[in-house]
């Protein structure tokens, strides 16, 4: 029996949207790790006041591209500049379609001079994979997916341990003897802890300082207990699964746009070569913004703030439209910081609402209407309420504008998008994105 594809199952849902919008979806959180060690508002605060212990290792997925080809096609098919690209240098990699939407992002790390890791949510992975099939690229893959879809079970091929907040180096130093060589923001350093070999990424979330390390499953249980022991007098705390999706809201990433692939004709093949099944077919949409055009659910790299990633230096898919989208008006990336007592109003009936996370498409207006739609919210106790990464129309975007968030969810196809279904409304000011002054200003300074 032949896996349905992505066109079958648009096919026979009748249209993107009636394949994508599910009201009420719950919203991801990563697999394995517990949901909360010491509690989310003590995870939260952990990474802002002293040591957070992160475990990535198991809900993403890992490609290991390799071959005489394979910065050829990672360059024809991705807008970063692989002119300046070091062996042990991370980046977020942005593919585009021909219309100049995203894919989705992931991190690519050069491993070699012809071998490369590209990390994360697997869109960008398949679109990579598809494109060096169909091209006959000199180029060969390696997939180890998500824990959750792992064939057979079993355990990931790396592990990766992230070490993030004020104390970080402290710990890292406690560990390793001393301090890790100086290293630039998102390049790597080998590193060896009692003759176990692994990298260390310097990385960071939310404006923290950290590492990100990496390695093979064989020294994961010995690493993590390495820092959980060193981390102990420092007050380390693990970061739970529901925390940790959070620090994108502060540091202005925006998980898993929507890949611009559903309706494009000259796509159809690739979403025939596509699963059903995968990230392109089941990560759903819902929220009180509703259209049934997919398009107008697609962003831009320049909306997600990757325009200084993009180098028109080379020639690659989507280049002319990126270069027409240039200046043209689009909506700006801000952060909403919603009112406390109405979160309490709506989310909690008046009372604390506990944790909140979506991924909801929620409408934003201000008095002439519909003026952006947010892309993730959550709360975040160290602020003292909710926030939401938002793409608003550039004449709201200026901070301190007061702009109020639908709180609802849209049944979907057979009601009028533009319909009164007495949703309920969160008054929200905007701010900048990202939100953390270090992670806005100073982030990728050393880079």
Do not use: C
């Not at 309706?263 to 049934?292: M, Q, V």
């Amino acid at each position: 029996m032949a896996i349905p594809s992505l066109q079958d199952g648009i096919d026979k849902a009748g249209s993107p949207i009636g394949l994508l919008w599910q009201p009420n979806a719950e919203p991801w959180t990563p697999e394995v790790v517990e949901r909360e060690y010491a509690g989310w508002r003590q995870e939260q605060a952990a990474w802002h006041e002293g040591v957070a212990l992160l475990n990535l290792s198991h809900h993403m997925y890992d490609l290991w591209i390799e071959g005489p080809d394979a910065t050829r096609v990672l360059a024809e098919y991705g807008a970063n500049n692989f002119e300046k690209f070091a062996i042990g240098q991370a980046k977020q990699y942005v593919p585009v379609t021909r219309d100049g939407k995203i894919v989705t992002d992931g991190i690519l790390l050069r491993r070699a001079e012809n071998k490369y890791l590209l990390s994360g949510v697997p869109a960008a992975q398949h679109w990579v994979q598809y494109h060096a099939e169909k091209g006959g690229y000199d180029v060969g893959f390696e997939t180890d997916t998500s824990s959750a879809f792992r064939p057979g079970g079993g355990d990931p091929r790396l592990f990766r341990y992230q070490i993030q907040g004020p104390l970080a180096l402290e710990l890292i130093e406690k560990v390793f003897g001393g301090p890790l060589p100086e290293t630039k923001f998102f390049h790597s350093t080998p590193v060896t802890l009692d003759g176990r070999n692994f990298e260390a990424l310097r990385h960071g979330m939310a404006g923290q300082a950290g590492y990100e390390f990496i390695g093979p499953w064989e020294h994961a249980a010995y690493v993590h207990e390495a820092f959980l022991k060193a981390g102990e007098p420092l007050g380390l705390i693990q970061v739970g699964a529901l925390a940790y999706t959070t620090p994108s809201v502060e540091s202005g990433w925006i998980p898993s746009p929507v890949p611009g692939i559903y309706a494009d004709p000259e796509l159809a093949e690739y979403r025939a070569w596509l699963p059903l099944f995968g990230i392109e077919g089941k990560r759903p949409l819902n929220g009180s913004y509703f259209s049934e055009d997919i398009a107008d659910f697609y962003v831009s790299p320049y909306e997600l703030g990757y325009g200084k990633l993009i180098h028109f230096g080379h020639d690659f898919h989507g280049r002319d439209a990126l270069l027409k989208a240039k200046d043209e008006p689009r909506r700006t990336k801000v952060t909403l910081v919603f009112d406390a007592d109405d979160v309490r109003r709506v989310a909690g009936g008046g009372e604390d609402p506990g944790f909140v996370l979506t991924y909801a498409r929620h409408r934003v207006e201000t008095s002439a209407g519909l003026a952006g739609t947010t892309m993730q919210t959550a709360s975040i106790d160290p602020v003292g309420t909710v926030l939401a990464q938002t793409l608003i129309d550039s004449a709201h975007a200026e901070s301190g504008t007061e702009v109020t968030v639908v709180w609802g969810e849209h049944p979907g196809l057979g009601t009028d998008p533009e319909a009164d279904l007495g949703f309920p409304r969160i008054r929200a000011t905007v701010q900048a994105s990202p939100f953390d002054r270090h992670a806005r200003t100073e982030y990728r300074r050393n880079a």
